[in-house]
């Protein structure tokens, strides 16, 4: 495919970005913004990126960006090396309201835009409005919304303090420990043991290290198995991956 091969030369000929192609939908695969700490000044290989965006923004471009997720990516990936954060961010604000698009980069698109140059607090506003009313109409149905306004709770503190000693000690909080420490484990149903085991992940990732002695690991090694006998019943009604994960 022309279009790919191109795409993939012009970028990977920009210093500024990192990208894994082919690979999933992930933030690991996306390229870096500005407000990522990338440099801004006039990429050395702009013909190359000029001319893979004039490729992909013809019709035929659009139709296999639309239709492959990877060519989508690799032409975020130029929108992000050429600096154009307000068109892409439009565009992505207009798929997520007038196609009901939930695509994950729809809203890094958006918040991209918002951070393309020091967020304002108009900006702000405005964006978390927009994504608390999807957020609200989505409701249990989709949770990218919800995503997005913590994505964006993250990146607004990170962009005004990640400069602050105190910037790692002031997240330590935030990591859901004391809401994590209060959960209930059940696990007679398939909703509540996934939620029983998305509690212990969570709280196993936060671990500090004076929570890692040798008689700490040992209670808690108590605590899996208890959870795990207890969950042994469902695994009859589970599909196969969730049995899989009892093990």
């Not at 090694?221 to 795990?228: G, H, M, N, P």
């Amino acid at each position: 495919m022309a279009v790919l091969g191109l795409c993939r030369t012009a970028i990977k000929g920009d210093d500024r970005l990192r990208v894994s192609v082919p690979g999933p939908t992930s933030r690991n695969n996306t390229a870096e913004a500005p407000w990522r700490g990338s440099a801004q000044q006039r990429n050395p290989h702009a013909y190359d990126l000029d001319e893979a965006h004039a490729l992909l923004d013809l019709e035929e471009g659009r139709a296999i960006a639309k239709t492959f997720l990877v060519v989508d990516e690799l032409r975020r990936d130029l929108v992000r090396a050429r600096v154009n954060f307000a068109a892409e961010g439009e565009r992505g604000r207009a798929k997520l309201v007038e196609e009901n698009d939930r695509n994950w980069l729809e809203f890094l698109a958006v918040l991209d835009k918002t951070f393309a140059a020091p967020a304002v607090a108009d900006k702000v506003r405005d964006v978390r409005g927009f994504f608390n009313q999807l957020a609200d109409a989505d409701g249990q149905r989709d949770r990218g919304a919800l995503l997005a306004l913590l994505e964006l709770d993250n990146l607004l503190y990170f962009e005004r303090f990640g400069d602050k000693a105190c910037c790692f000690e002031d997240f330590k909080p935030y990591t859901l420990s004391a809401y994590l420490d209060g959960h209930t484990h059940v696990s007679d149903t398939e909703p509540t043991l996934c939620r029983s085991l998305n509690v212990h992940k969570l709280r196993r990732h936060v671990l500090g290290a004076d929570e890692l002695s040798a008689v700490q690991e040992t209670e808690r090694a108590l605590v899996y198995l208890r959870a795990y006998t207890a969950a042994l019943g469902l695994c009859g009604t589970l599909p196969r991956d969730g049995a899989a994960t009892l093990r």
